[in-house]
């Protein structure tokens, strides 16, 4: 750096770099207290993304704090350099610059995670049809000046963490060519534009998966794929192992009648088929929607006693005939093993039985009290007594009532937030989302409405593992060698696009048609949250740190690696294997190093 101006200008550089990161990490404290903590514990915001954007931006903070106290001890260890025109002091501050950034470059990688949850939050945050919010959004910027506004602050990281690459090609250009310094900031900047592209690799990764990791962390850990939340699509019940067949008398759903029909329970849940030689089932029974099963005192077919045992499920009671007495516990004994663990021993009843014999008052709770409720089909507003307890909500004609005249299950609840006061031009009005419906509850005040979201908030799943793009230690698209014996007959390894994912808690399997395949002719399509329409998950299935158990096979042949997956243990199902093979050993290796890696953290 023999040109005095170069010396100048590196010096401007230099304070530049200082002073923009000062304001940058004062900003990321106003963008954190100001809004994205106040955002996650308000009424009128139930999404999960706004708590994680909030806890990425809590780390992103302490990595830009210390990032920030590194270079401001290397300015004073080398504060010589604005004074004097030497070239080892220039040198030597150039040489530390360059330490701080690649020190600092894996560290920054954790801004993979906010800037993935980026664009799907902005869409949250600018819908316009949230009033609550929009109030929330002006009352926090005073000045009305958009330097101030949630969409300035909440873009800054991403566009600071892409301008450490430019401030090093600019340090670098100040420096001779072929010097130790040059060297040394050249390779900085490189590290630092890997950083760049891997960040942008994971949001395209976010784009194009987000929606289904979103789905498997929500996941009932009981439930092992995507088959037991599908009833729609067909499956093939018949090279799946069978827990228990045969023939049983069922009651009709509609018309009541009575029919004979074969059932198949395998650890999918209960298919139901006209015979025993047909190959598509009537009806799938998914085990995530069981509830409770159990023998019948009296015989609804017959008339008679015993014989027939009742499988309930979230919006019906099926009524099932044995066609001999001695089945009946069987059936119930391999159903009941068959629900995942925290349904086994759940004392909330069907909505059709739901006499408590204690009034509503006196029942345990997180909290009860009349709220006013708009009906299900006659849409007019009417007071009731709602008691929400560990086993979700119940309400009642009044505080005295021994009978339930509805019940929403604790594992039904998918959401709850307060709603503005235009929609129903009513005040202190706020909604629960169920799988199958919304229900809109008014309270007295305000402060009534936020105890009342606070105890429905218990009920929502917290997911025990987080499927986060900043927690991914690697991923590749594999070939799915045994797909056909876990996904079913009609599933053709060449029609389907598999990728596995290896996160840092747990192990995720995503496959989809590949496109121009008929189901991809057909609409097989769903949102995933980007612009663009995405192919519909065909099987996801997501397996904790704790259960994977990863083989290298032997049975190598010319670019297929073979390597294999054991899901050793799930809420009594049988262990299951999932055999790949990848078109390098280098691939097959990085997977097998990744797996033993969360295995032994974990241990």
Known sequence: MADNSNTRNFRKLLSEIIDTEKTYVKNLEVLSSRYLDPLSTVTFLTTLEITQLSESLREILKVQRSFLKRLERVIEEHSKVFSSEREDLVRNTVLAVGDVFLFSADQFKIYSSFCALYSRVQDILNSGENEPLRHFLESKNETKEHCNSLESFIIQPIQRILKYPLFLRQMAGLTLEKSEEHRHICKACDVMQCVANHINEMQKLSAEFGESFRSLSAQDLGVRDLWAERPDRQHSADNIPVIKAGYCV?????MKSWKRRYFVLNEYGLFYFTSEEATEPLRFIPRNEMQHVKSSHVNKHTGGVYGMFELYTEDRTYYIDCEFSAEVQDWVRRIRSLLPRTRRKTTFRNARESIFYTSAGSMEHYKSGYCTKQGGKWKNWLSRYFVVNQDGIMYFTSEQSIEALGVIPKNSVNGVQEISPSQFDRDNVFEIHTCCRTYYLQCENHDDLCEWVSAIRRLLPHPKIQLNVGELCTYSAVHWCNIRDIVGKKAHACEIATSVFVFRSALAIISRYKQNTK??????????????????????????????????????????????????YLDDLPPRTYKFCTSSKEIRSRFVTAIQDINQRRT
């Open 250 to 254: 069922k009651e009709g759903g509609k």
């Open 519 to 568: 189901e991809d002719r057909d609409g097989a399509t769903g949102s995933t949250g980007s612009s663009g329409p995405q192919v519909a998950d065909l099987f996801r299935s997501i397996i904790p740190a704790d259960d994977i158990l990863v083989t290298e096979e032997t049975d190598d042949m010319q670019d297929r690696y073979t390597w294999s997956v054991t899901q050793s």
